[in-house]
Structures are given as C-alpha cells and as structure tokens.
C-alpha cells in the first residue's frame, strides 16, 4: 500500500524560504504526478503545484514566482520549496499522488495527463511568525 | 481559472437521513471532478473521481453525480463517520487545479 511522509522545518521567519520533502513507499514512483497542496488555518485547500518523475512541472499563477518542485527520482522523493515567506504562508502543506487517468492532451511544452489526487502524505504544519 | 463554488456552506443532517451536497463550476469541466472528505487534523480522502466513480474502499452509501458544471455528492444514509467536510476539486482545466471552498455536514 502506498504511502507519502513528508518532512521539514515547521517555524520560519518572515523572508525565509519554507523547505518540503515527500517521500513514496510502498509503490511506484513514475507513471504517477506528485502535488503540493496547502490548507491556512481553518480555510480550504490550495494546489501548490505538480511535478512528474521526468522532472516535468506546472505551478499555480498565484505562486509560481516563489516556488520550486523538484524530484529526486533515486530515492523516490520530492520536493518543495517555497522563497520569502509571510504570515499568509501559514499552513498544513499536503503532499498527495496525482493517478493518471486515460486521458491526456499536447501542447507545446509537451504531453499533459487528466489525474486525481488520489493518496495523500498526513500533512506538515508550516507557521510563518517573526 | 475555474472557480468551484460549493453549497451550502453547512449542511445540518440527522444520522440516517440523506445529505446532499452541490458543487458548481464556472465553465465546463466534462467529468473531470472530485469529491474529498476531510475530518479535523486529517488530510483530505479521496471519495469519488471521474465525478461518479467510488474510488477503492469507499462504501456505496457515496455517490456522485453530474458534468459540466453542476454536480452532486450524495450520502444515502449518513453515519456517524460521515460527519465531516467535503470538498470538490476539478482536474479538467489546469494550472491551477482547484478546489471548491468545502461544505461541512454537521450532527442536527
């Protein structure tokens, strides 16, 4: 049975960049999209971004100047990093599987799979607090 | 980006009577939603995919149903596991994948 464990610092300072890993076990690592999602205290969830074994990634617009998602395939891991955090930044950060379903789409930065989150790691509290 | 707006916001329901909640999306998504259920200090659980699929596990008392942009979450006869907060997402159109705001069905 698949599972996620996440880990990293959970007290930053303002401007600090807030550090993720996700770790699979227990299944395969391709064929598979990986996701950040977040969840502030006492309000709903927010996709961070996804990244797939190739390294292939997409971000939300919202984020997309203060994130990176790696992957580290040889360990079956990845990663999240998130620059110059506020207090809006406060939150349960998710990991969770993306399953492909079959359908999928071209564009020009390459092929795009439809996928459902469909495991997800037990969550990592981040507060964000001078 | 599809905004997902659920209704209501609370649902307040009797343990055997039915819950039903409604999630809309500001165009056209085809098929491609979930519903999650999320309990407090827990992630979210995947329930339904593809907009009416159970996924694995998931008892038939859920069911989902719709496409474009109305669709519906039942719960037949609610349990007392049952009582939570659902949420739908969309993976029809992205980035960014989004989620509706949730609905938190609570003991009347």
């Known amino acids: 049975q698949v599972q996620l464990q996440q880990w990293g610092a959970g007290l930053l300072k303002p401007s600090e960049t807030l550090s993720l890993t996700c770790a699979v076990y227990?299944?395969?690592?391709?064929?598979?999209?990986w996701s950040w999602i977040r969840q502030p205290p006492g309000k709903g969830l927010e996709w961070i971004g996804e990244i797939n074994h190739s390294g292939s990634t997409n971000y939300n617009p919202s984020l997309k100047s203060r994130v990176t998602i790696s992957v580290d395939t040889s360990k079956n891991q990845f990663s999240l990093k998130l620059s110059s955090v506020t207090a809006a930044d406060t939150a349960v950060y998710y990991c969770?599987?993306?399953?492909?379903?079959?359908?999928?789409?071209?564009?020009?930065?390459?092929?795009?799979?439809?996928?459902?989150?469909?495991?997800w790691g037990k969550g990592t509290t981040v507060t964000v607090s001078s | 980006e599809i905004v997902m707006t659920q209704s209501p916001a609370t649902l307040s329901v009797s343990p055997g009577e039915r819950a039903t909640l409604s999630c809309r999306a500001s165009?056209?998504?085809?098929?491609?939603l979930a519903w999650y259920q999320q309990k407090p200090g827990q992630a979210p659980r995947l329930l339904i995919y593809?907009?009416?699929t159970r996924a694995t596990g998931i008892p038939a008392r859920f069911s989902g149903s719709g496409s474009g942009t109305e669709f519906t979450l039942t719960i037949s006869s609610l349990q007392s596991e049952d009582f939570a907060v659902y949420y739908c997402?969309?993976?029809?159109?992205?980035?960014?994948?989004?989620f509706g705001q949730g609905t938190k069905v609570e003991i009347k």
């Open positions: 593809g907009a009416s």
């Open positions: 165009q056209s998504v085809s098929s491609n």
């Open positions: 997402q969309q993976y029809n159109n992205w980035p960014p994948r989004t």
């Open positions: 227990g299944g395969s690592f391709s064929g598979y999209y």
């Open positions: 969770a599987r993306g399953h492909l379903t079959n359908r999928y789409y071209y564009d020009s930065s390459g092929l795009h799979y439809y996928y459902y989150m469909d495991v």
